[in-house]
């Protein structure tokens, strides 16, 4: 019965003789694509981190195409919606690996779920190629797990000496997201670089994802005596954490990082974010000539400016297609290998080296908040 | 820890548990006459902010974030409309869902109260996307500061539109036909049937009542907290039913009690313990509650009947 | 001579089960093999919630919260135990299959006095009171695990290998225990101390009227109930790389509550089929997930208006089979 219900299941359920050796050789025999699996956030309160990477990918997908594709093939990229959650990421790369046949995996934004969309990449030694989640522990995970962008603790310095040596800040108040790795991590960051440069963290509160109501915490704070508050978190709260302090009559700057990159995030904060700051990977007022030719091609495609995650989704695609071509095949050890062995790959967001940790060392750039729109205000070499 | 402080956590408490009253209300009044807690009641206060948010828009509110506000009396329509509309979907789940099983043993009609705010929570996920959406700004925002306290016109509107919903109802309840009649039916069923009161009307009116206020409680709720979700009905609608079990369920002052006391303490638990326990306090309040004093604090004690 | 026979019988199974354990991995692909756990680990749970929802009668919609007291300590123990016992016996089978044992029972252990800690306060009351405290106690202790900083609090805890938990859960474990546990409470249910449940769920008073230590049992029924929710979380644990407090929320009870409800409150067959199903929805309909919870609520509205006796009412598979096989000729 057994037998005879996968048979009936076999496209679906059970394994294809040979499909082993498929894989090994790298060449999906009779299949004249190449298939990179994506999974990220398209729906949920962080919908913008997976749709505007998502966006990305596909030009750079399209242009890659449209110029022979790679290895003599055609690339073609499935997505998977986690809908920010982490079950559903170690799911969705299952299904990349399993159903969709994947040569090598994009994702994700967020570190939580890249931390367990990558262990089982890492456990079926699939490449996985994170475009811009910043926790350090996500390529500890293992040799087939890597990133194009920088990681936390990197990101916290920035913040922390800008707002020290820049806005002259001695006290700062915390206020993380206790619900992801990537805010956790961030905030312990910036805490030690503050405080190592001289500086006070006054208070520090915490929320969870998909709170609504801050004005305990933003209460506590604005009793602390705090010139600025670091808020690490996505733009999903950030918004309204912003207006909440405005309403409380909390007048000091907020802070954060890339996780606010997001346009949802003027949309709901308004003119309470105005004179707060955040670092990010690319800003589209000072880019390079490679990088404006990557805005104007997304504003053509998609008629908004890209974010700099979307920037790094861009990248993500290049750097795969980059490595592919230099190890001769999709075979996942030697696209490893490549993948480990890239050099100066000239991008969109900079230059990618990736180094022994299997991160780049990149650039930050810090952005100001006025009116609706981020100003680029300062450029921060690692 | 200054004193300010605490009357801001204290004022921030008190306007939440106002909303949780509203809610509350519907939870009460359905239980004290039909015995069954309305699970789907969270999910109608979701529908009625969803309700406002879409008529607000319709209406065309200036939708910028920090934009001038509404007119009053579009604002009153906005909220007419939605608490119309929760009034009237209030009336169909009764209908369709709880009067066809309002016979059966008591686990059937719980079991269905589950499937019907199961269903809401998700048709709403797939109407309305996951995606949070920011509340319209229906009241143009202002502040004022009061000794160190900030006070919003919002926080004010919270108040003004709960009590008067509130004194509302109390006139409705204690002074019309109606109101004595509802009275009746959760007093004895039977009874009042045999008075000549059309019970299956009464009890519509019921949860068109209830339904209304928590709609309202949705409105608010959305201009105090700025983000709305789908999802937001099931841990809200939760609180306010502890509210209701605390204030004794079945009792309206009760609710309203219940309502501002979970809020408050939500609130200074949040402020002064742990942001990240304000759930559980809730929680702990309704198993204290229902250790120690079952009836709650204004209920009464029912012998079980053999 | 019996306990030969039974000795025989446990052996071939157990041959058995390892016969299917390779031929699964061999045929199936992850994804369906994945399916066919979490249907294992679901008849756990729906078997062990219907003996206290539908046997005796408590309903209780908080389970999720034993599940997470049994995955997280089974999570834990794993963890401490492994480098020791690893370490006499060498990385293999025999000691992963203690390990993983020892960590399974761990947790039901845990899980069942928590079910006592809950049941016994709780057990009082009647009906709707009953259902939202223990709610109210599955929500606590799923916040409580979302704030220890030493489990991981709301990110989670995945033990101390890079790669996560050690995927300890296989068919064999998942098949094993459900035949145990399902094999358990059916002798359980069809026992004097089922009768006695099955006495308190139809008419309590009376049943205390007839000198049934109705609190002690329920609490006893209740507890028991716990420790297999804990068996199935330490199961569920090692299938995931971590245990997060996610996994064992609101949601997870009111699945739990389908599975039995499908089935028929009282009938372990139902239950059987009841996880099987919820499991097989789950994964097929992962990403339409509002559809597939809709599904289950207009299940649940409908079976309650139209046959509230659910699939099996209270009857069982052998009830019906052999109802089946003794109807009467048709006189002619």
């Known amino acids: 019965m057994l037998l005879a219900s996968c048979a009936g299941l076999n496209g679906f359920a059970c394994k294809k003789p040979g499909q082993a050796e498929q894989r090994a050789s790298g060449s999906s025999a009779g299949s004249n694509a190449i298939t990179i699996g994506h999974y990220a956030s398209m729906t949920g309160a962080t919908a913008h981190f997976g749709q505007d990477t998502d966006k990305a990918a596909r030009l750079a997908i399209e242009q890659l195409n449209a110029q022979g594709g790679v290895l003599g093939k055609q690339l073609e990229l499935v997505t998977l919606d986690t809908r920010g959650d982490s079950a559903e990421a170690a799911n969705a790369v299952t299904r990349l690996i399993d159903v969709e046949k994947v040569h090598a995996i994009i994702g994700e934004v967020a570190s939580s779920l890249s931390l367990a969309g990558g262990r089982i990449a890492q456990r079926r030694s699939i490449p996985m190629v994170s475009p811009s989640s910043t926790n350090p522990k996500v390529t500890e995970v293992g040799d087939y797990i890597f990133r194009v962008c920088y990681i936390d603790p990197f990101q916290g310095k920035v913040m922390a000496t800008f707002a020290r040596d820049n806005l002259k800040f001695g006290k700062v108040a915390l206020l993380k997201d206790v619900k992801n790795d990537y805010s956790i991590g961030l905030a312990d960051s910036f805490r030690s670089a503050f405080e190592a440069a001289g500086g006070q963290i006054v208070v520090e509160q915490s929320y969870s994802a998909g709170d609504t109501d801050f004005s305990a915490q933003l209460t506590a704070i604005k009793g602390s005596g705090a010139q600025a508050i670091y808020v690490p978190g996505y733009y999903s709260e950030v918004g309204a954490i912003a207006r909440t302090a405005e309403r409380l009559g909390l007048k000091v700057p907020l802070m954060g990082g890339d996780g606010w990159d997001a346009p949802d995030l003027f949309k709901i904060g308004g003119s309470a974010l105005n004179g707060s700051y955040f670092s990010n990977h690319f800003a589209t007022d000072t880019a390079t000539p490679r990088a404006q030719r990557f805005v104007a091609d997304f504003k053509a495609k998609f008629g908004q400016e890209p974010t700099g995650l979307a920037a790094l989704g861009y990248d993500a695609v290049l750097v795969l297609a980059d490595a592919m071509k230099r190890a001769g095949s999709t075979d996942p050890r030697a696209l490893r290998d490549a993948l480990a062995a890239t050099k100066n790959f000239e991008a969109v967001t900079g230059s990618i080296t990736i180094d022994k940790d299997r991160n780049p060392q990149k650039s930050s750039v810090v952005l100001e908040i006025e009116d609706g729109k981020a100003k680029f205000v300062a450029l921060v070499a690692p | 820890m200054s004193l300010s402080q605490l009357l801001q956590q204290i004022l921030n408490g008190l306007s939440l548990g106002s909303i949780y009253a509203l809610i509350a209300l519907g939870y009460t009044m359905v239980y004290g006459i039909l015995k069954l807690i309305n699970f789907a009641h969270g999910e109608v206060f979701m529908v009625g902010a969803y309700a406002g948010y879409f008529a607000a828009l319709g209406l065309g509110v200036d939708q910028a974030a920090s934009g001038g506000g509404f007119p009053l009396h579009l604002a009153a329509l906005a909220l007419a409309l939605a608490m119309g509309s929760a009034a009237l979907l209030g009336m169909a789940i009764e209908y369709l869902a709880y009067r066809p099983v309002r016979n059966a043993p008591r686990l059937t009609p719980l079991i269905t109260a589950i499937g019907v705010s199961l269903f809401l929570q998700n048709a709403a996920l797939l109407a309305f996307s996951p995606n949070p959406r920011p509340y319209p700004p229906i009241l143009r925002e202002l502040r004022y500061e009061v000794g160190g306290v900030i006070v919003t016109n919002v926080k004010l509107a919270i108040f003004a539109v709960a009590i008067a919903l509130m004194l509302l109802l109390r006139w409705f309840v204690q002074s019309t036909w109606t109101g004595k009649a509802m009275r009746a039916v959760a007093t004895n069923v039977d009874a009042a049937r045999l008075m000549g009161i059309d019970v299956n009307r009464i009890i519509r009116v019921t949860f068109a009542v209830g339904s209304a206020l928590a709609a309202a409680g949705g409105i608010l709720f959305g201009l105090d907290q700025i983000m709305i979700n789908p999802s937001m009905g099931v841990l809200t609608g939760l609180k306010a039913f502890v509210a209701a079990v605390l204030g004794g369920i079945g009792n309206i002052q009760g609710a309203v009690v219940g309502g501002l006391l979970i809020g408050l303490a939500e609130q200074l638990t949040a402020g002064y313990i742990s942001p990240d326990y304000r759930d559980a306090i809730t929680f702990l309040i309704l198993i204290l509650i229902l250790m120690l004093r079952p009836q709650g604090l204004f209920g009464l004690v029912r012998p079980e009947k053999v | ?332």
């Not at chain 3, 062990?48 to 009668?57: A, K, Q």
């Not at chain 3, 016994?120 to 009953?130: E, I, K, N, V």
């Not at chain 3, 695990?145 to 033990?159: I, P």
């Not at chain 3, 009282?266 to 599904?295: C, K, W």
Request: glycine share 12%; net charge neutral; proline share 3%.
């Open chain 3, 1 to 332: 001579m019996f306990w030969l026979r039974r000795a025989g019988i446990a052996l071939a199974v157990v041959l058995g089960l390892i016969g299917l354990e390779l031929a699964l991995e061999a045929l199936l692909i992850e994804y369906a093999q994945r399916i066919l756990l979490l249907a294992g680990i679901n008849v756990i749970l729906a078997v062990s919630l219907n003996l206290i929802n539908g046997t005796t009668g408590q309903f209780s919609i908080g389970h999720a919260g034993f599940m997470a007291i049994g995955a997280y300590t089974a999570a834990v123990v794993g963890t401490e135990l492994a480098p020791g016992i690893e370490g006499v016996l060498g990385p293999g089978l025999l000691a992963s299959a203690i390990i993983f044992n020892l960590a399974l029972l761990t947790g039901a252990l845990l899980a069942g006095a928590a079910g006592v800690a809950v049941g016994a306060p709780s057990l009082r009351l009647r009906g709707d009171y009953l259902a939202v405290v223990t709610l109210g106690f599955g929500e606590i202790i799923r916040i409580l695990f979302n704030n220890a900083e030493f489990l991981g609090a709301a990110t989670g805890y995945f033990g101390d290998r890079p790669a996560g938990l050690p995927p300890y859960t296989s068919f064999f474990w998942v098949l094993g225990w459900a035949i145990l546990v399902v094999l358990g409470i059916r002798n359980l249910t069809f026992s004097q101390i089922g009768r006695s449940l099955i006495a308190i769920r139809e008419d309590e008073v009376a049943a205390e009227a007839m000198a049934t230590p109705s609190t002690r049992l329920k609490v006893l029924a209740f507890s028991l109930s716990a420790a297999c929710a804990g068996i199935a979380g330490g199961l569920f644990a090692h299938m995931q790389a971590g245990v997060r407090p996610e996994d064992f929320r609101f949601e997870k009870s009111i699945d739990m509550i389908v599975m039995i409800i499908i089935g028929g409150l009282g009938s372990i067959s139902g239950a059987v089929v009841g996880g099987v199903f919820v499991a097989v929805t789950l994964e097929l309909m992962r990403d339409l997930q509002e559809y597939r919870l809709v599904l289950y609520a207009l299940l649940l509205i409908v079976i309650m208006l139209v046959r509230p006796k659910g699939l099996f009412g209270d009857r069982e598979l052998s009830d019906i089979v052999r109802a089946r096989l003794t109807r009467p000729e048709a006189s002619k």
